[in-house]
């Protein structure tokens, strides 16, 4: 028993920061209908700053706000240099220069820092708790916190703010949103610099646990677009429950089969997804009327 409750608590923080990843995919999808494959780059962003910044002798708690500061202005960047002024182009040209992007920036974060893996230490130290004969590192709980928490703002953020409200407005028809007085630019640099800031802060987080270097992020992104898929495009509650279903079916693969089929378990699972549920678990069912 106390070896099935390891497994859950090892998944449940690998899902989390899957579905942190995946929240910051759902914002800019929401936004502007792409799926952003930089997303996995601002997590090294994130963590290999934070890194240099603590190694640097920078204290955690100003070094890890400034990664994730820096982390958004490279979003904004991204959004201002490469999407933005193909806007009008068709919708798989704006994913490949995202795709080229990614390879951009692995290429920046390896000139800026360097090839080797980073790690810094928890943000309450590294002592394990016990709980139940499961070992918990203290920092797993901040980042299934730090999940939560992005959760629960993009919830209220995109229902309840007048800025979230224009953004789904944009993603929806970006021509009736400007003709109502929405500025349409400026809901999507925000949900470029929202989902560079989640993407940064998950990878603040899970850096203590995980480690970080220049080349992870294609991984990364690949984990948390499964995680939106089986959750469900545009769904921000299906993008918390997809990384922490992933993370969950990695760790009971890993544990009770073998971790040479960890990351396949993840992608047969989508598979499935989209053959038996293409709108995944908790999107919408789309129809459309010829």
Same mark, same amino acid.
């Given at each position: ?5 390891? @497994? /859950? ?18 914002? =800019?999808? $929401? ?13 090294? =962003? +994130? ?13 955690? &708690? *100003? ?15 991204? #959004? ?16 490949? *220069?995202?795709?080229?992007?990614? *390879?951009?920036?692995? +290429? ?5 820092? !360097? ?5 810094? !230490? ?10 139940? +004969? ?7 709980? &901040? ?7 992005? @959760?629960?703002? /993009?919830? &209220? ?31 999507? $640099? ?14 603040? /987080? ?7 270097? #220049? ?30 279903? %992933?993370?969950? =079916? ?12 960890? !990351? ?5 699972? *989508? ?9 995944? /678990?908790?999107?919408?069912? %789309?129809?459309?009327?010829?």
């Amino acid at each position: 028993m106390s070896e099935l409750l390891q @497994f /859950l608590v090892s998944g449940i923080t690998v899902g989390a920061i899957y579905a942190a990843i995946a929240l910051g995919f759902t914002l =800019i999808y $929401n936004a502007s209908g792409v799926v952003n494959f930089a997303q996995g780059e601002f997590v090294v =962003i +994130g963590g290999m700053t934070a890194a240099a910044l603590i190694g640097a002798g920078v204290p955690v &708690w *100003i070094a890890a706000p400034l990664a994730v500061v820096a982390g958004m202005l490279v979003g904004v960047l991204l #959004y201002r240099l490469a999407i933005k002024p193909a806007r009008e182009a068709p919708l798989v040209s704006l994913i490949i *220069i995202t795709i080229g992007a990614s *390879i951009f920036l692995r +290429g920046a974060m390896q000139a800026v820092f !360097d090839k080797q893996i980073h790690r810094y !230490d928890g943000f309450s130290g590294d002592a394990p708790l016990r709980v139940g +004969g499961a070992t918990i590192l203290p920092q797993s709980l &901040w980042i299934v916190g730090g999940s939560i928490a992005v @959760f629960a703002f /993009l919830a &209220w953020f995109l229902n309840r703010t007048r800025a979230g409200r224009g953004i789904k407005a944009t993603a929806s028809n970006r021509m009736a949103a400007a003709l109502v007085g929405i500025n349409t630019g400026r809901a999507m $640099n925000l949900s470029f610099a929202l989902s560079a800031a989640i993407g940064a802060l998950a990878g603040v /987080l899970a850096t203590p646990v995980t480690f970080t270097s #220049y080349d992870v992020g294609v991984l990364m992104a690949l984990k948390g677009f499964s995680a939106t898929m089986l959750g469900g495009v545009g769904s921000p509650l299906g993008a918390l429950a997809g990384g922490l279903l %992933i993370g969950l =079916i990695e760790a009971l693969t890993a544990g009770y089969i073998s971790s040479d089929y960890k !990351d396949a378990s993840a992608f047969i699972v *989508i598979l499935l997804v989209l053959f038996l549920r293409p709108q995944g /678990l908790f999107g919408a069912r %789309i129809t459309e009327r010829v």
